[in-house]
């Protein structure tokens, strides 16, 4: 069974930084794709970032040139960097997997960290 646990989040005040964690536990192999997702409050939850296993990444076009997503292949770890932290940015952040490789068919998800960013 496959687990994936965030951790890293917390609180910042604007033009800060926080990295956030995700730690992918179980049968999650092969050509699998890893993601970031984010849901600010009264909001739809929406895409932030995604890289597959061999280092292809996208990243939202609100995040561009602040967030970088990353991965280490050996230990099944998926980070994210967030710089030049907005308040926008504020939400639950969700790790993701997608076994199919494609970063388009998440199946796997983690149970969430919170970002609050303050002006």
């Known amino acids: 069974q496959v687990q994936l646990v965030e951790s890293g989040g917390g609180s910042a005040e604007a033009g800060g930084s926080l990295s956030l964690t995700c730690a992918v536990l179980?049968?999650?192999?092969?050509?699998?794709?890893l993601g970031w997702f984010r849901q600010p409050p009264g909001k739809a939850r929406e895409r932030v970032a995604a890289?597959?296993?061999?280092?292809?990444?996208d990243v939202a076009d609100s995040v561009k040139g602040r967030f970088t997503i990353s991965q280490d292949i050996a230990k099944n770890i998926l980070y994210l960097q967030m710089n030049g932290l907005k308040p926008e940015d504020t939400g639950m952040y969700f790790c993701?997997?997608?076994?199919?490789?494609?970063?388009?068919?998440?199946?796997?998800w983690g149970r969430g960290t919170q970002v609050t960013v303050s002006s």
């Open positions: 993701a997997g997608d076994p199919s490789g494609t970063c388009n068919a998440f199946q796997h």
């Open positions: 179980g049968p999650l192999y092969g050509s699998r794709c």
């Open positions: 890289i597959d296993r061999y280092g292809s990444s």
